[in-house]
């Protein structure tokens, strides 16, 4: 299958790698050409433009937008709007506020325009693992577009079939959904976000507080010297709270234990706001999910351990780079 891919950042990239590992066709632009060349020595057609992007495609054209949520993918959905033709797709694959998905859907429509948004989170290590993803549009749209996205996910892999799954959508094992109508791929991935701050946030503490037994603060008949590198790698290990950031916890302890290289200052991506306000919409009580985010914004004033060992998982997984200044 053909796709236009615009943005070729850590995700972009090993999008279109993937893609074409899997002997899709990508045609793809940034506004950094060095990076169009990278991709096109790989296999690529690599365009200068976006009007050579549309140019290259072949009809119903798909066009998947990569690039920072707000006013950059705004203006950039409102440019491909005016290239492309009825039956064209449009795909957002960045972390976009959900209302502006339904905002722009409706839009779109008028112009006969198909749109989908697509939460995706794998993060740099998405080109070999594969990318999760939860996807928003209407049905016929998001089938047609299936093989593009059964070939980012990570597919079934070794992970156990869940009993009682017979029957229903294989896609959620295959590591992608259909979740609803436009938005509804974005809102998914924003409640996922804002539990990923609540699970890392409770690794940062409980970590906090075995490094901390081992601080000048404790008298020193009741110092533990616990090594938190060793106990981050056997908690993976057979534990029920093992997991990816664990391992990535693991990783990053193994490397130091001091984690000297990270400031402390905690940034956030906007998910984590936006989920808070979809929980005060919904009078939903989230108190974990709240102070997780309120913890992040306490970081930039204070730094912790904690602190550091979430920028550390944040690098880990996303190439977030919060390291001394």
């Known amino acids: 299958m ?31 050409l060095d990076k169009v060349k ?21 009809k119903p054209r798909a066009v998947w937008v990569m690039l920072p949520a707000g006013s950059i993918t705004e203006n950039m959905v409102e440019k491909l709007a005016g290239l492309l033709e009825p039956g064209d797709i449009i795909i957002d694959g960045g972390n976009t506020m959900y209302k502006d998905d339904m905002r722009r859907a409706r839009a779109l429509a008028q112009r006969k325009i198909e749109y989908v948004d697509v939460g995706t989170s794998g993060g740099i290590w998405g080109l070999e693992r594969g990318y999760c993803m939860m996807i928003g549009g209407e049905d016929p749209v998001v089938r047609h577009l ?14 156990d079939r869940t009993p009682g799954r017979e029957g229903r959508d294989d ?20 409640v996922h976000n804002g539990i990923e701050y609540g699970i890392m946030q409770a690794y940062a503490e409980g970590f906090d507080i075995l490094k901390t037994k081992n601080g000048e603060q404790i008298p020193a008949d009741q110092r ?33 234990a001091r984690l ?65 200044k």
Not at 172 to 190: C, D, N, Q, T
Not at 234 to 253: E, F, K, Q
Request: net charge negative.
């Open 171 to 190: 896609r959620a094992e295959r590591g992608y959904i259909h979740a609803g109508p436009a938005g509804a791929g974005h809102f998914v991935k924003m």
């Open 224 to 256: 533990l010297n616990i090594d938190v590198a060793d106990v981050a790698e056997v908690w993976r290990r057979g534990s029920v709270v093992s997991s990816w950031l664990l391992d990535l916890t693991a990783i990053a302890l193994a490397k130091d």
């Open 38 to 58: 990278e991709l096109q020595d790989e296999g690529a057609v690599g365009v200068d433009s976006v009007e050579k992007l549309v140019a290259q495609l072949q």
């Open 260 to 324: 000297e290289a990270f400031s402390g200052e905690v940034a956030d991506s906007g998910e984590g706001r936006w989920t808070i306000d979809a929980a005060v919409e919904q009078a939903v009580p989230v108190p974990v999910l709240a102070s997780a985010l309120f913890a992040r914004f306490r970081s930039r004033q204070d730094h912790t351990f904690a602190d550091k060992l979430l920028s550390a998982m944040r690098f880990g997984f996303g190439g977030h780079v919060e390291e001394k």
């Open 146 to 159: 299936d093989p593009l996205f059964d070939c980012l996910a990570p597919g079934l892999g070794s992970i």
């Open 2 to 32: 053909q796709l236009g891919l615009i943005g070729l950042g850590r995700m972009g990239a090993n999008i279109a790698r993937r893609l074409m590992r899997g002997k899709h066709e990508v045609v793809v632009y940034n506004r950094s």
